[in-house]
């Protein structure tokens, strides 16, 4: 842990010096190549432009939320209504899925489907969970992110930038999550906090935050984890809890469809594995890749 910490701390110091670095190596690198290829030159020229264009539509938003809102306000009410918007809609697909029988070929364990006493019980706690510790954590968010740099003023960050930065924070969490994760399920803590997510042998999509008011407070801190070291805006964290939600709402939709990412990615886990986790409450306990558990020897079940 202290290892961990110093080289947290560390990472926090050189970042800004490791993105000047990047930046001038990638620029000799271009500039080396394109003299030789001039279609490749071309390319770089329209994309530039595209990412321009984006980056001023973003600009232009972002000024409007500058103009109408207060710091505490985007911090705290504003993401939140971001973050209800974005899991709820992530989770509206599956929701329709299971009302045609055509997708239940993909449902991987076809014969159980949640009733509306589960899904109703499931959206009154998660709404008590999302007001009473998840908002009241945004709220607190305002307060601790200026001590790391963070920021929500203009100009924003090159959207270039989230091409790194969202593998990273997945790469953060996921290794944070299994080690939270794996210890939730000690017998000395799992009947008091864990157990009340595991009420769901057969999860589905809004499922993924079903859980113990100090579950939700652990494991929140490493979707902040990522943002906090490596970005420095708001717009960022915004982008990054966007995939981040769609990702444990698939996780837990309770399908394997031939577009999701475990079929595309060699290493991610997705809705296979954490469908089996919940169904033999054993591994895998990594809630994105994969590595972690063949690392560890957590996976040796499912396997």
């Known amino acids: 842990a202290l290892v961990a910490a110093v080289v947290l701390v560390v990472l926090v110091v050189t970042v800004d010096a490791f993105d000047a670095f990047t930046m001038s190596a990638a620029s000799a690198s271009a500039a080396a190549a394109l003299k030789d290829y001039p279609l490749l030159a071309t390319f770089q020229s329209y994309a530039l432009r595209a990412e321009q264009a984006f980056d001023d539509a973003c600009t232009a938003m972002w000024s409007k939320v500058l103009a109408n809102f207060s710091p ?4 705290g009410p504003l993401t ?3 973050h209800e918007l974005v899991y709820f809609g992530a989770w ?6 299971d009302r045609f029988d055509y997708f239940k070929r993909w449902k991987i364990q076809p014969e159980k489907t949640a009733s509306k006493e589960m899904v109703g019980k499931c959206l009154k706690k998660l709404l008590k969970s999302h007001v009473f510790i998840q908002l009241p954590m945004q709220l607190m968010f305002h307060y601790v992110a200026p001590y790391f740099g963070f920021s929500l003023a203009l100009p924003l960050p090159k959207s270039r930038d989230l091409l790194w930065q969202i593998p990273t924070f997945f790469v953060i969490e996921d290794f944070y999550f299994y080690w939270i994760h794996r210890a939730l399920h000690h017998k000395s803590v799992y009947r008091y906090v864990h157990k009340v997510h595991h009420e769901h042998t057969h999860p589905f999509g809004i499922a993924a935050e079903y859980s113990h008011p100090l579950e939700t407070f652990f494991l929140g801190i490493g979707t902040l984890l990522g943002p906090l070291f490596f970005a420095k805006h708001m717009v960022t964290l915004w982008v990054w809890l966007f995939f981040r939600l769609l990702e ?5 939709s ?3 469809v031939p577009w999701n990412p475990t079929n595309l990615i060699p290493f991610w886990g997705g809705a296979v ?3 089996f986790h919940h169904k033999t409450f054993a591994g895998p306990y ?7 558990d063949w690392m560890f020897g957590t996976d040796k079940l499912f396997r």
Do not use: K, N, Q, R
């Open 248 to 252: 444990t709402v698939e996780d837990h």
């Open 92 to 97: 509206t697909p599956w929701l329709l899925m």
């Open 286 to 292: 990594s809630s994105v890749f994969t590595w972690c």
């Open 254 to 256: 309770g399908y394997d």
């Open 273 to 275: 594995h954490h469908d």
């Open 72 to 75: 505490f306000v985007i911090a």
């Open 80 to 82: 939140f209504v971001y």
